[in-house]
């Protein structure tokens, strides 16, 4: 009879069967009554136990590295889940260190630094962030169900390659169709364009964000207009271009002139600036913010996730589009800005809030806690999404 | 005036600007003549200049760990494009290490060792390979272009979920559709489901393998039908299975009870055994054949890539669908067996081929240079996929 010879690949091969592995592996960690109630993070790939998520609301990191001096889990950012500072690891027998610290739910871009070196934990699975893959944890949060994947029906996310003129060769953008765009062949939809932040690329909003999750379970709860979510990388230098300065009125450029004729061409779009919005986090919020109010003959929904927006001027930010608040609240079905409390751009955003506020411009201010990180982004969109397009089909 | 605050990103946002940081690093880089015509591997993220390719067909590794005693690059596997031992690097000023090593075209698996820790190059981008996030290194081969992204039309991938009884919860299949499909609405297409090998995920095909790119290039050159390709994940354990042994089985289930209908539900396909191809790498390979010689009703084209193919009887492996060579060659419209002369499954690949040409069951060998690895892969999608389907609509 024929056997299935996995080549060298028998020693991990065995990894993937869960079940084998799990006892092992705990056997072999030192007894430590939070393994008992713990599980792995959703995060990690396919048969590791570790990152393991603790029935006490810690994380447990385990890593190998025989040789090694100095063994750290480095979490990035500020206002990381797992704390802005280095946790040092123990070494334990065999050259396995480990970790256990608190964590808070949400997602969690982290490092391992060895000796020195700066790289990713291979138990995880990496997200590109920090313009690099990077290690993430995923905590699930008890408390919040709208970005799991639920009982209902799902989209799809669509890989589309073009070639741009404005960047100069290839790019790739995600797609979000949602569910029945394949069986509803007449009807059209509204479109959503939404951006990562800076040093993250298409992938984000789907990877970290779970946009498309969000997505299908207002859908199904009828909360949100089925729509189609566009997501680019927003990184649009010119070939010839040396510097990042002219980088956001290229993308600008790219999204107008390349992007959504594009995506009205190839989708089966209701093209038309009341059926198209377009909103981001951080960089890609200052950026629906430049492309959204620099083309109001293109969008009338804008939404503006922890902003990368300072020194806002009223008669001159964004070419002045906010300057007559009369015209602004007619042409601008939304104006959604949020932000994290903890986050170090808090003050500029309540700035932004107050001065539109007090010139009776329009508009959504949404604050609630958290800080630069992807748990308040999840929230933001949960809540931008379902107040656009009241008048869609 | 606005500006655009890029938090604590700022560092590293200049660092997807190449241009500026290309000047820079070379100049920190150690004069040597190689780099003068180098370029960074179209496996490096966005903006970093390391992996290099050097004219002279060498490859530089860069990496920083400034408290390493010793730093290493991992081939993976064996046959290698890189080797298969562990290059050593050279510490060099500020803790900077490298190394040039000679690399042959193709997609390479590897890691970095830094005192005892396996992980990846921050430099490159990560791939489902090894049961983990792998670094890997793509060499383009300026003698093949067929694998490269071409001046044609382009299909787009979409990223499938869906529920399994099978497996026990949610799974993910990517499906490439090919240039044309969402225009001509009432055309219906051929599938080939394609698998990936032992460690690797639904991602391998188009990330490692270019398929979609093949299938692009070989369908503008009126080479290939138009068709679907359909790439699920092989791991497909029951919830309560603790062991590896039943895998397989397992997943030919999964394919014939859940994916085929899924697919033919949500696409328009040809839906016929005449219409339907299975292929597969490795252990994908292994899979391919028993999944298609188990269900001749289903499917009526079969290919293996460097399978993971043992002992192979003809009266009793694949529940015997060899054995009446008359009935076989009936029924299979397309038997195809591939493997590189480097390979250490080329014994019993050469065996299969020698049992069945002996007993007169109709098949194509493809013999070539390489060993277990991408390129191989590649060029047998090249081959198999064109002689598919030549009734197809």
């Known amino acids: 009879m024929e056997r299935f010879f996995i080549s060298a690949a028998a020693t991990w091969a065995a990894l993937l069967v869960g079940g084998t592995l799990s006892a092992q592996s705990l056997e072999e960690t030192p007894a430590d009554s939070r393994l008992a109630r713990s599980r792995p993070a959703p995060s990690a790939v396919r048969g590791s136990q570790f990152p393991r ?43 396995v260190w480990s970790v256990t610290a608190p964590v ?27 313009a690099q893959e990077t290690s993430g ?37 995600f797609v979000y169709t949602p569910p029945g765009y394949d069986d509803e062949r007449a009807r059209r939809y509204p479109v959503l364009y939404l951006q990562h932040g ?114 806002f001027d009223l008669e001159t930010s964004f070419g002045g589009a906010l300057r007559d608040a009369e015209e602004a609240n007619c042409r601008l079905r939304l104006l959604w800005i949020g932000c994290g409390t903890e986050d170090r751009l808090i003050d500029p955003a309540r700035q932004l809030h107050a001065r539109l506020t007090e010139h009776n411009v329009k508009h959504v201010w949404f604050e609630g806690a958290g800080s630069h990180e992807w748990q308040v982004w999840r929230k933001h969109l949960h809540d931008f999404a379902p107040r656009l397009f009241p008048g869609a089909k």
């Not at 808070?104 to 020195?116: K, M, S």
């Not at 981001?280 to 003959?297: E, H, P, V, Y």
């Open 53 to 95: 998520l603790n029935a006490d609301g810690t994380v447990t990191f385990q890593i190998t590295a025989p040789d090694a001096q100095r063994v750290q889990i480095v979490p990035r950012g500020t206002g990381n889940g797992l704390g802005d500072e280095p946790l040092d690891m123990t070494r334990g027998e065999r050259g």
């Open 198 to 311: 800076a040093g993250e690329s298409e992938r984000a909003w789907t990877e970290q964000g779970k946009a498309h999750l969000i997505l299908d379970n207002l859908i199904a709860a009828g909360r949100a207009k089925p729509m189609l979510v566009v997501m680019e990388n927003g990184y649009a230098t010119r070939p010839d271009e040396q510097s990042l300065r002219g980088q956001n009125d290229r993308f600008a450029e790219l999204v107008v002139s390349e992007l959504v004729p594009l995506v009205d061409g190839k989708f089966r779009t209701l093209a038309d600036r009341e059926q198209r919005a377009i909103a981001g986090l951080s960089m890609g919020g200052g950026q629906a913010m430049r492309t959204g109010l620099g083309n109001l003959d293109q969008f009338a929904w804008i939404g503006t996730f922890s902003g990368a927006i300072r020194d």
């Open 104 to 130: 808070r739910p949400g997602f969690h871009y982290y490092q391992i630094a060895v000796d020195g070196f700066r790289g990713n934990d291979p138990a995880s699975q990496t997200y590109f962030g920090w």
């Open 137 to 173: 944890l995923e905590v699930p949060d008890p408390e919040l169900d709208f970005y799991a994947r639920q009982d209902v029906p799902h989209g799809d996310v669509r890989i589309v390659t073009y070639d741009s003129r404005v960047s100069g060769g290839p790019r790739r953008v």
